[in-house]
C-alpha cells in the first residue's frame, strides 16, 4: 500500500489536486480531531483548525478537507463500528493500541527518514519509538509532545525557605524533596500536597512520584508486563505511607487528582503531583500564583511520562484519498499554527520555540526544560486500563492496608 500511496500522490500532483490548478476540490477527505488542546473543544460553529485548514488547500486546491471533532469515546465507538476517516489525530497510544488491536493503519515508513528520525529525536528520543506498533511498523507521524509533571508553588517555597530547590534543572533528589516537605510544615502550611486515589485517571502524577522513588521501570522493554515490584518498589511505597503518616503529605481516600489540582491552582496547597501544559492552561485564570513545573524527586536523572500527539492514516483501501490525507498530514506536522492548537510543544526541533513571542513563551518555556527526562511511552502495554484500576487501589492500599507489603502484593498480583 504505501507503493500505491505515493503513486498515487504522483497522479494527484499531475492532476493539479496537491498543487495548482484550483476551483473546487476534486477530492475531499475527512480528518477526526480528538481531544487536545483547541482540538478538544471544536465544534461545526467554533472551527479551530480552519486556518491550518486554510493555509493547506491554499496549496493544494483539488483536496478538499471535512473536519470532525471527536472525544476519545467517540474515536473507540466510531472505530469499533468499522467507521474509518481519511486521517485520524490521536495520542499514539490510542492509536497503537488500535493498530495493535486490529485497526488497519497504512504503513508510514516511506516518511520516517533519517533526516526525520533526527528532526523528532532532536526533541526528544521517546518520541519515535511510540510512533510504533508492536511490529516495528511506522503508524504514527507526530505532530506535538506533551510531558507530565509536578508543580509547585514558588510563592509558598520561598516563604518556607525551600526556594533554593527550584533550579533551572527543575530536578531535585528524595532526601531534596523530604527537606523540602519538612520546611513547608515547619512553616505552617497545612496541606504541602494531596496524595489521591478516589478515581483511576491523573494516575501518572502518583505512578511516576512512586516509579521515581523506586528508581526502577514501569514496564519491560517490550511492554509485554508490568515491572513495578520488589524490594525498591516497597521502600518507595514505604516512604510514601511514612509521609502521610506523618502529615508531610495529605491524603484524602475519596479525592481525586482532579480535586488535587484545583486545591493546588487555588493557592491551598504548596504542590500538586499531577501537572502538565494541559492542566496549566486549564486553571491558569484562576490561580493566584505562577505554578514552578518540576520532575519528580529520584537518586538521578528523573524519568517523566508525556503523550506524543500525532497522525494515523486508516488504509481504507483508496489510494488517492489516502495519498491527500497523508499530504494533510506531512503540511500539519511541519506548521507551528497547527501545534500551537495542541497547546504542546513541537515534535520537530526543526519548528524551533513555536511559542515564543506569544503570552505563552514563559510557561511553556518550563515544559521544555522537562522534555529531557521523558521516558518511555509503556501505555500500550497489554492491560492498561485494568492495570491503572489496580494502581489506584495500590495507592489506597499504601496509606489504608494494615502493611505495605500487603498492598504491593494485591497489585502485582492483579497485573500479573
Known sequence: MRRAIAAAGAALLAAGLLAGCGGQPQTTITLWAGPVGDFATGTEEEDPAA?????FRKENPGIGVEVSYLSAADIDAKLAAGERPDLLLDSSERLIRAADSGVAFADLGGLWTEDLQADVNGVSEAI????QDGSGSWRVLPLAVMVDCMAVNPTLFEAAGAGDLLTDSRTWTPDQFTWALDRLVDSGIYQTGLLYSGAAYGDQGTRMLAQNLAGISFTD?????????GEKALAALTTLRSLCDTK?????????AADAIRVFAGGSSALSLCWSATIQNTFAA???????????PAQGDPVLYGTVWGFALPDTGDSAKMAAAQALAQSLCASPDAVRLTGQLPARSSLGDVWAETPYAQQMAGFAALLP???????????WNDQREAWRVLMQDTVTAETVDAA?????????
Open 408 to 416: 504491593l502484593a494485591t497489585y502485582t498480583a492483579a497485573v500479573g
Open 248 to 256: 508531610r503529605l495529605s491524603y484524602e481516600n475519596a479525592a481525586t
Open 51 to 55: 486556518g491550518v485548514i486554510a493555509a
Open 221 to 229: 522493554a517490550g511492554h509485554t508486563r508490568y515491572t513495578f515490584e
Open 373 to 383: 527526562y521523558l521516558g518511555d511511552l509503556y501505555g500500550v502495554t497489554p492491560g
Open 128 to 131: 519515535a519509538p511510540a510512533c
Open 286 to 296: 484562576e490561580s493566584p500564583f505562577t505554578p514552578y513545573p518540576m520532575a519528580y
